[in-house]
């Protein structure tokens, strides 16, 4: 790669070559590699129509995923079906590869959700927009799998500025001390909002782990070979009982932070277009056409189920049913709560005020 910080474990180049590597490998069937191609471009038709649908009112906000197909699908279909993600509010391709429908990721983001889809029939967490928070969980549910003499792994996603949180830190200790089978995944896509990554000190994120007792690796985060192969190693440390690995997938955030955010007041168009060139997607596609893996109607018929999806998530958005404002104080305990009864109903009191006016 351009950027000489990085010794990122490499299995296909930005320009689709197959190149080998000592430590990892990784032997996929045609049919495998073609359904990685397929959830990458899935993944970034959702992520791109839920932004188009930000703009249009019909979403309060959307974080893209753009450019970080790669590391959040290869990551995920590394795991076993029993293992558990924990991602941040940016794991579109993660909650995807883990089976949660597109409109159930779009339903938070409009307000009408308070978790979207069921955690543990998706072996999979709700999104958490509180930096870190998901870490200290993933590590705890580690504990319990170990408690339990389970098989099963937790992996925990968090970005390069999540490394500088308190939380993160503590998930490490605790996850270094008990041998936590937990894999902890770091997309380092350069940028925390306007802040970049190297203004975090002077090694790589993931030579911090060596200070905790555990390995820590980087791969191309726009490699998904490479990061399925690494992340499969992790999972089997794990899972062996070997405890924990910090992998550290080196990538790019193409989009801005959120839908509030504006770029290009902090970062130059430069960088963006030197992203471009490594294209997770592309570089897929170019290697699964020079091995004749895939052709011209495979790519075809992928975009046809890219929009038609896209035409899903469009009308399931416009369509969905909000709930009532009172049903916000339903989860807050799960017994009858007078403190609560009382808000629901000042609550309630509040909004009938307005039918009297309008009567
Ligand atoms: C505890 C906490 N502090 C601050 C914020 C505000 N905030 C939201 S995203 C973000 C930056 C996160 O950067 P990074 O960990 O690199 O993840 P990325 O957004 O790049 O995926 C911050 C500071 C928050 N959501 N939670
Ligand atoms: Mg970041």
Not at 276 to 305: C, H, M, N, T, W
Request: include cysteine; proline fraction near 5%.
């Amino acid at each position: 790669m351009a950027d000489e910080r990085v010794s990122a474990v490499q299995l296909l180049t930005p320009e689709g070559q197959r190149v080998a590597h000592p430590e990892y490998d990784i032997n996929l069937t045609d049919a495998e590699l073609r359904g990685l191609y397929r959830d990458m471009v899935l993944v970034r038709r959702i992520d791109t129509e839920a932004t188009a649908l930000q703009r249009q009112g019909e979403l309060g906000l959307w974080a893209p995923c753009l450019g970080q197909e790669a590391a959040q699908v290869g990551s995920a279909r590394a795991m076993a079906p029993n293992d558990f993600a924990f991602p941040t509010f940016r794991e579109h391709g993660v909650t995807w590869c883990r089976g949660v429908a597109a409109l159930d990721m779009l339903a938070i983001l409009r307000g009408i959700s308070n978790g979207g889809w069921d955690p543990s029939l998706h072996r999979c967490g709700p999104y958490s927009i509180v930096i870190g928070a998901q870490v200290l969980h993933g590590v705890g549910y580690a504990m319990g799998v170990q408690f339990d003499g389970a098989e099963d792994v937790a992996v925990t996603y968090f970005g390069d500025g999540a490394m500088a949180q308190g939380d993160v830190n503590e998930a490490f200790v605790f996850a270094a001390s008990f041998s936590a089978p937990v894999v902890f995944f770091c997309q380092n896509n350069q940028w925390a909002i306007s802040q970049p990554s190297d203004r975090q000190g002077n090694i790589q994120l993931y030579e911090r782990a060596n200070g905790f007792g555990f390995p820590g690796v980087q791969v191309d985060g726009n490699d998904v070979l490479a990061v399925l192969a690494v992340t499969k190693v992790a999972l089997e440390r794990a899972r062996s009982g070997n405890g924990p690995t910090l992998i550290e997938a080196y990538t790019y955030r193409m989009g801005a932070h959120t839908t509030s955010d504006d770029p290009t007041r902090y970062r130059l168009a430069g960088e963006l277009e030197t992203w471009r060139l490594r294209d997770p997607i592309e570089r897929l596609k170019a290697y699964l056409a020079r091995q004749g893996i895939a052709d011209r109607s495979y790519f075809d018929q992928i975009e046809q189920e890219g929009e038609k999806l896209a035409e899903q998530i469009r009308d399931g958005v416009r369509a969905m049913v909000p709930p009532k404002p009172e049903s916000m104080f339903d989860d807050v305990y799960s017994e009858p709560h007078a403190r609560i009864d009382e808000q629901r109903a000042e609550m309630l009191e509040y909004l009938a005020s307005f039918e009297d006016a309008g009567g």
